[in-house]
């Protein structure tokens, strides 16, 4: 059995012979690696390290993960996943008066078994997302739920059409990807968890087609074309723009 101080070397061992090579093939200097050292004491005192590494890796861990497995493609929960969220029967998320430059969407689809194809009843669809100012409620469950799948495997859900964001616009973080020329948006994205049985059978996040962040989102290899909603846009104009958007969710059991 592997000891947990074995585990660390192995792992340990392999990072610093990537970035042995990385320093040979680009000709780093001490002062450059001495920079980054700073640096990584400027990510560490700001609490930022574990969203560095969720940028850069998170979404190779979850490829793996995934390999072999049929479906709807997981993503990362991200850092604003909040347990207990209430169940919504009518399908809102909503629980106070957007602000008047929001935006509705209707969002409907099947819940379906990966492996066979039946449509899963009952299955419980816990979405959450940010505002029409890019926040996420810390304190209630605004824009935050549990929806539940019909006999068919049918779900709706009433919501805002959530917003692109800049979540590190101001920390070192955006310091960060300013100086490789990035910008700190992220894409406007749906987080959801599909739980059957009381079990997640997967964890995703859906994208806004018309947000100008989809080729360049922060987080390397969140977007995948297959996770983009198709927006249709029902009114136009008036109080508020009304959209519709319809996602097939195929989940399998984990491992």
Same mark, same amino acid.
């Given at each position: 059995?592997?000891?947990?101080?074995?585990?660390?070397?192995?792992?340990?061992?392999?990072?610093?012979?990537?970035?042995?090579?990385?320093?040979?093939?680009?000709?780093?200097?001490?002062?450059?690696?001495?920079?980054?050292?700073?640096?990584?004491?400027?990510?560490?005192?700001?609490?930022?390290?574990?969203?560095?590494?969720?940028?850069?890796?998170?979404?190779?861990?979850?490829?793996?993960?995934?390999? /072999? $497995?049929?479906?709807? %493609?997981?993503?990362?929960?991200?850092?604003?996943? @909040?347990? *207990?969220?209430? +169940?919504?029967?009518?399908?809102?998320?909503?629980?106070?008066?957007?602000?008047?430059?929001?935006?509705?969407?209707?969002?409907?689809?099947?819940?379906?078994?990966?492996?066979?194809?039946?449509?899963?009843?009952?299955?419980?669809?816990?979405?959450?997302?940010?505002?029409?100012?890019?926040?996420?409620?810390?304190?209630?469950?605004?824009?935050?739920?549990?929806?539940?799948?019909?006999?068919?495997?049918?779900?709706?859900?009433?919501?805002?059409?959530?917003?692109?964001?800049?979540?590190?616009?101001?920390?070192?973080?955006?310091?960060?990807?300013?100086?490789? /020329? $990035?910008?700190?948006? %992220?894409?406007?994205?749906?987080?959801?968890?599909? @739980?059957? *049985?009381?079990? +997640?059978?997967?964890?995703t996040q859906l994208f806004r087609s018309d947000s100008p962040y989809l080729d360049s989102d922060y987080v390397r290899g969140a977007v995948a074309p297959e996770l983009v909603l198709a927006l249709h846009e029902v009114t136009a104009g008036g109080?508020?723009?009304?959209?519709?958007?319809?996602?097939?969710?195929?989940?399998?059991?984990?491992?």
């Amino acid at each position: 059995m592997t000891s947990d101080s074995d585990r660390i070397q192995a792992v340990v061992g392999a990072v610093v012979e990537a970035v042995q090579e990385v320093i040979w093939k680009e000709n780093v200097t001490q002062d450059e690696l001495h920079a980054a050292g700073r640096f990584l004491d400027t990510i560490g005192s700001a609490g930022v390290s574990r969203s560095l590494l969720d940028i850069h890796f998170a979404m190779t861990i979850v490829d793996r993960d995934r390999a /072999g $497995r049929p479906g709807t %493609r997981p993503n990362l929960a991200g850092p604003e996943y @909040r347990p *207990g969220a209430p +169940e919504r029967p009518g399908g809102s998320l909503l629980e106070r008066e957007p602000g008047a430059g929001a935006a509705l969407l209707t969002l409907t689809g099947r819940v379906t078994n990966a492996v066979t194809g039946e449509p899963i009843a009952g299955a419980e669809i816990d979405l959450w997302h940010a505002d029409e100012h890019g926040g996420y409620d810390r304190e209630g469950f605004h824009l935050r739920g549990v929806v539940r799948s019909g006999d068919d495997g049918t779900y709706t859900v009433h919501t805002l059409l959530p917003v692109d964001y800049a979540e590190h616009k101001t920390d070192p973080i955006g310091d960060f990807l300013a100086l490789m /020329g $990035r910008h700190s948006y %992220r894409a406007a994205h749906i987080h959801l968890k599909v @739980r059957v *049985g009381g079990q +997640e059978w997967l964890m995703t996040q859906l994208f806004r087609s018309d947000s100008p962040y989809l080729d360049s989102d922060y987080v390397r290899g969140a977007v995948a074309p297959e996770l983009v909603l198709a927006l249709h846009e029902v009114t136009a104009g008036g109080e508020r723009p009304t959209y519709e958007a319809a996602f097939d969710l195929a989940v399998a059991p984990p491992a």
